[in-house]
């Protein structure tokens, strides 16, 4: 075994983790920061893969501004921290026993893929390549996608200012 093997195995324990720890606890904040490490664990992960740039932005992108604007979702809810009725063990059953069907057929379809040889040069200037492609192809649907985000934000001001013009 060597670091890589080791590494992976521990970013990957840590974003099952992450990500069960924000299924069963019960304060939103909780799962807020139980989503945190999930995303940190995967940006690990993507650097073990060499995508250093995929995992600046996992970072930027997931566990700052989409973190950030959960918490200030949570705080413009009101959300009121009740506890919940227990859990249903019939039901947990039945989820453990589907997430394990799942996990094996996501498995066995996994180990019949032929991967073939591995590109020579998958790890030279990746980020290069990316805006390369994403600049010279993807233009048209990256400026789109900006559109889309700006109407976003404009429209959930919007929502704020018209909650907060109402309770005055």
Known sequence: MNGEIIAFALLSAASVLGALAMLYVSKVVHMLLSLVLTFFSLAGIYVLLSAEFVAVVQVLIYSGAVSIMMIFGI???KHKDQENRPPNIKRSLITGAGIIV????????????????QTPNLHEANTEQIGIKIFSYYVIPF??????????????????????????
């Open 143 to 168: 400026e789109v996608v900006s559109v889309v985000l700006l109407a976003a934000l404009v429209g959930a001001i919007l929502l704020a200012r018209k909650e907060g013009d109402d309770q005055s």
């Open 102 to 117: 799942f996990f094996a057929a996501v498995y066995g379809a996994i180990r019949k893929v032929p991967f073939g040889e």
């Open 75 to 77: 705080m413009l809810t």
